[in-house]
């Protein structure tokens, strides 16, 4: 790697990181968000990070739901910059994509925004230019949109809003990103540090009896995190925006980059009560909450009623006939790996998996684990080693299990794909129209036959919301309004688009560095025309 080509990890004269806070806004208000760099001490290293108004994550934006504010933000960071105000239904022009809606934030420069919060429910705002580089160095925070409805969530004592990152760090410093573009490309950048509220633990104190409304966000690059609360009792009862149509108790909660939850946890016991991320082969301990006897809380009475949402339950008896109907636009994801593939084929008398080196064989093939072609390998085959019994199945890489290449990779030598099956226009040079009202069925095909088959956070700004119809045919059990949905390694999701925002909107894989190396397309969505007087 060029050392003139690396952002600076530098802290000299930088102010130390400050607490995250909540801010209250009312319609109207104005919020002064400035970027820098700031002095941050992970785990005995001094690092630097990037912050909004010197924390991260960024202040908790604690709005009302159909009110507006404005955000001035200040760029004093190490790279320009935009604001994307994620999964919010706001107006076209302060979306926060670059050379489309609106011109980059140099460094130095401003820029003022108009954020609108038509929906309840938790949000988020993060970069959209070198979201890999920013995002990574601590550029986010949580929105928590309260309903105009005082009913329309269950009742809590109180709540707390987690963000859920990891941070690759060596030799005491993060480890570098280049000026030109990013890398790890292939898998996206693992972290080897787990972050919850930018820290290395959480230290919670709960009461027994007290019910804890947890917002959770997944702000990491690229890892997938499965949370669950050892030692209380979780009810799911909201995703991305707003509640779901049935609310349920839950172990474990699996989010991919860029999807919420909002879980109501109940301290049914005093002692030890821990937040671990569950992956099938460890379990990573996020903190905990230290819980002590007391007087219940109010909330507790009514935490075993599972509440239905009639607003869900209404779309789930009109979404029928567009279950079985064929879908408007079918999108294809794949992969193109040069790095691995791209010279002529060689004979060898031993070939192996790149993600799984145990996977062996004499002749070409695909991994049966990961569904990646063999290379030419010096290994011996080993008899029944194909059928090894770590593989997990599911579809999602939990962990970076190629290091030195995915390190390698650039948009260069790994070329993400977000195909258009009718047309076989790639990425930007798909055209998509729609116009208000319209309610899309898209299917969504993360394809194996691919050089490098893997998960996807498919995130759509904000055109609409979404809801999911099905998942490899078998219809959605439990519906919820989406702008991101995680499709697996082999899967095939449909969803139905309801288009309600006019302007130019962007989809894209929420991997930092998938959309980074160019997995992303914009598309139309005119105004429906007004009916002609008679």
């Known amino acids: ?33 400035g970027i820098g760099a700031v002095r941050k001490r992970i785990e005995g290293s001094e690092l630097r990070m990037l912050a909004y108004n010197g924390s991260i994550p960024g202040p908790t934006l604690q709005v009302d739901q159909g009110s507006e504010i404005s955000v001035r933000v200040r760029n004093e960071g190490d790279v320009e910059t935009t604001v994307h105000w994620h999964g919010l239904r706001l107006e076209n022009r302060y979306d926060g994509v670059p050379h489309e809606t609106q011109e980059p934030i140099e460094i130095g420069g401003s820029f003022t925004y108009k954020v609108q919060f ?3 429910g938790l949000y988020w705002y993060h970069p959209h230019m070198r979201e890999d ?69 959480l230290s919670g104190h709960a009461t027994r009896g007290e019910v804890v409304r947890l917002y959770l966000v997944n702000t990491a690059n690229t890892r997938i995190f499965n949370v669950a609360i050892r030692g209380a009792r979780a009810k799911l009862v909201g995703g991305d925006s707003g509640r779901y149509e049935r609310e349920t108790f839950v172990e474990a909660v699996l989010l991919s980059p860029s999807e919420r939850a909002v879980v109501d946890v109940l301290f049914d016991t005093p002692g030890d009560v821990r937040l671990e991320h569950r992956t099938p082969d460890r379990v990573y301990d996020l903190g905990g909450f230290t819980v002590t006897d007391g007087a219940d809380g109010d909330a507790a009475a009514s935490f075993e009623e599972l509440r239905t949402d009639p607003d869900l339950t209404a779309e789930r008896h009109s979404i029928g006939p567009d279950l079985d109907r064929p879908p408007d636009k079918v999108l294809a994801f794949l992969a193109r790996m040069p790095l691995l593939y791209g010279a002529d084929d060689v004979p ?33 085959p080993q008899e029944g080693a194909v059928h090894d019994g770590h593989d997990h199945g599911d579809g999602l890489e939990w962990e970076d299990l190629m290091p030195e290449i995915n390190r390698a990779s650039d948009p260069g030598n790994m070329i993400w794909q977000l195909v258009d099956r009718e047309t076989g226009a790639e990425n930007e040079a798909i055209t998509w129209a729609f116009a208000v009202g319209d309610r899309v069925k898209i299917r969504l095909v993360n394809e194996m036959d691919s050089d490098h088959p893997m998960h996807h956070p498919f995130h759509i700004h904000g055109a609409g919301r979404f809801l999911i119809l099905s998942r490899d045919e078998e219809p959605e059990a439990n519906l919820v309004w989406k702008d991101t949905v995680l499709v697996r390694a082999g899967q095939t999701v449909d969803i139905l688009l309801d288009v309600s925002n006019p302007g130019l909107w962007m989809a894209h894989c929420h991997i930092a560095e998938h959309t980074e190396s160019g997995m992303m397309f914009s598309f139309n969505v005119a105004r429906r025309p007004e009916p002609a007087s008679s």
């Open 348 to 380: 060898a008398s031993s070939y192996a998996c790149p993600m799984h080196p145990d996977v062996t064989a004499t002749e070409p093939s695909t991994c049966p684990k990961c569904g990646m072609k063999l290379i030419p390998s010096t290994a011996t």
């Open 1 to 33: 790697m060029d050392s003139h080509d690396v952002f600076s990890t530098e802290t000299a004269g930088l102010a130390g990181v400050a607490p995250t806070g909540v801010v209250r806004l009312r319609d109207g208000d104005l919020l002064e968000l």
């Open 133 to 201: 580089f920013a995002q990574e160095m601590g550029l986010y925070g949580a929105i928590v949109v309260e309903p105009s409805d005082s009913t329309y969530w269950p009742a809590v004592d109180r709540q707390l809003t987690l963000t859920l990152d990891d941070l690759l760090v060596e030799d005491g410093h993060i480890a570098p990103f280049n000026r030109s573009g990013p890398t790890f490309t292939a898998m996206g950048r693992f972290g080897n540090v787990m972050l919850i509220n930018g820290e290395t633990q």
């Open 118 to 120: 038509p929906d309840a």
